[in-house]
Structures are given as structure tokens and as C-alpha cells.
């Protein structure tokens, strides 16, 4: 009885820890890499797809930290604290340390691409509090906080692995697929909202699912999948019909989402 009970702790806890680690949010951000080097048909980089990993593990394992900095009364010195959940913390010193081995190995313009996406993650999550209160960041604004997720994830998944044949000529299939991967995202970051009202209503954020209620908020998600749809059928690079399979598996991804919509 007493071993059944433990492998019935494993078999719920394992999938729990997965979930809450974000390492099914880093797996994700691997696959939409992949699907970069396999649309524009180049060789699959392991370290590019580690390095996606391992940032996304790091900045959706941050975004739950907050780093307070207080100004005692009567001194000039300032205190430094950093509170959260212990295993996002570990999570978030582990990937540094991967990450600091594994960019050494990318090109300059990959490590351009990767400051800037880190940049804009930092601003949009603002993890900074002063004095106890935290610093508004970009996710506190309506109508920037999907766009900006949305470009960042876009950057991060087509922009980056791309940049690592930046001395290659590309056609307008880079173009296509950085414009479809937004509106992917975007749809799904609004839908997610929903899922996130009572949370984001706790804590004071304005986002599309509070303005607009249940209704709005999926049709909102629907045309952002249907723009997708149409860049699909409009990108003259997925004509071809060595490219039918690519086209028809990301209709179906559509297809799918709309489903759960």
C-alpha cells in the first residue's frame, strides 16, 4: 500500500513540478524555433534551440520573483532583497549559468537579437519594487501587454535561430513567418487572459479579458487566428508543393486553436 502511495505522489507530482517549473512554456518556445529551421529548410542548430530554452525557462521562472530595493530611513545605503518562490529562484540561476556558456557559441547578430528580446522581457515583466511597491511595467498597459509578448516570443523564435545564417540571402518567407508567429501568439496570450481574470482582477491589471468580458475577448483571439490564416495562404514561399505538408500542419494548428477557443 505504502509503495502504491508513493508511486501515486510521483505520477501526480511529476507533471505538477513540470508545470509549475514553465518547463512546458520553454518546450513550446523550442518547438516554434524548430519550425523556423524547418520552413526556411536549414540545418537544425542545438545550441540556438538550447539557448530559447533556457531563456524562456528564465524569464517565465523571473516573472513570478520580484526584486525589492529599499531605502533605509537616515542612510544613503540602499538594500537589495529578492522574494519569490525558491524553485523559480534556483530555475533562474541554473539557466544564467547555461546560458552564459551556451551564448558564447552565437554569432554577433544572434547576440543583438537576444539583448534586445531580454530588454523588452525585463520592461514588460518589471520585476523591481521600490520601497515595496512595485514599478509599473508594460504588461500593466491594455493594449501593449499582448503586442509586446507577442513580438518578443516572434523575435525569439524566428528572429534569433534566423540571425545564425545572417551572412545568408532569405526571401520574404522570414517576413511571413515573423508576422504569422505574432499573430499566433497574440491570439493565444488574449486567450490565456481569460484564464488569468481573477488573478489579474486581485492585483490591479487591465488587460483585454477585464475591458471587454469573455465574449470580445475570443472573437478578439479569432481574428487574430484568422489574419494568421489568410498569411498562410498569401506567403508565396508555402505554394510550393514541397511545402503542402508545412502549409497543412499549420492550418491544423489553427484549426486546433480555434477549437479551443
Known amino acids: ?3 502504491c ?34 520552413i526556411t529548410n536549414r540545418k537544425v542548430s542545438l545550441i540556438t534551440l ?28 540602499l538594500s537589495v532583497h529578492i522574494e519569490g518562490n525558491k524553485l523559480s529562484l534556483l530555475i533562474c540561476i541554473m539557466s544564467l549559468l547555461f546560458l552564459f556558456g551556451l551564448l558564447t557559441a552565437c554569432n554577433w547578430m544572434q547576440l543583438l537579437v537576444f539583448i534586445g528580446t531580454s530588454v523588452l522581457s525585463v520592461f514588460y515583466m518589471m520585476p523591481f519594487k521600490k520601497n515595496g511597491v512595485r514599478i509599473p511595467g508594460l504588461r ?39 508576422v504569422r508567429r505574432f499573430f499566433f501568439i497574440y491570439a493565444l496570450t488574449v486567450l490565456y487572459d481569460l484564464r488569468d481574470l481573477e ?24 481574428l487574430a487566428l484568422f489574419i494568421f490564416t489568410i498569411l498562410v495562404f498569401i506567403d508565396p514561399y508555402l505554394q510550393n508543393s514541397e511545402m503542402k505538408p508545412v502549409k497543412l500542419a499549420l492550418l491544423l494548428s489553427v484549426l486546433v486553436s480555434a477549437m479551443l477557443i
Open 140 to 178: 500593466n498597459n491594455l493594449y501593449l501587454k499582448n503586442v509586446i509578448l507577442s513580438i518578443t516570443w516572434a523575435a525569439a523564435t524566428v528572429v534569433f535561430p534566423i540571425m545564425l545564417f545572417h551572412s545568408q540571402t532569405f526571401g520574404s518567407e522570414v517576413l511571413f513567418m515573423f
Open 50 to 77: 538550447a539557448v530559447v530554452f533556457f531563456a524562456s525557462f528564465f524569464i517565465y521562472n523571473a516573472s513570478r520573483l520580484s526584486v525589492s530595493v529599499w531605502n533605509k530611513s537616515g542612510s544613503k545605503k
Open 199 to 222: 488573478s489579474d482582477q486581485q492585483v490591479g491589471m487591465q488587460t483585454i479579458a477585464l475591458r471587454f468580458g469573455s465574449g470580445i475577448t475570443r472573437l478578439w483571439s479569432l
Open 5 to 38: 502511495n508513493v508511486r501515486w505522489l510521483c505520477f501526480v507530482s511529476i507533471p505538477s513540478l513540470f508545470l509549475r517549473s514553465q518547463a512546458f512554456v520553454a518546450i513550446c518556445a523550442v518547438t516554434m524555433a524548430s519550425e523556423t529551421f524547418i
Open 1 to 3: 500500500s505504502s509503495c
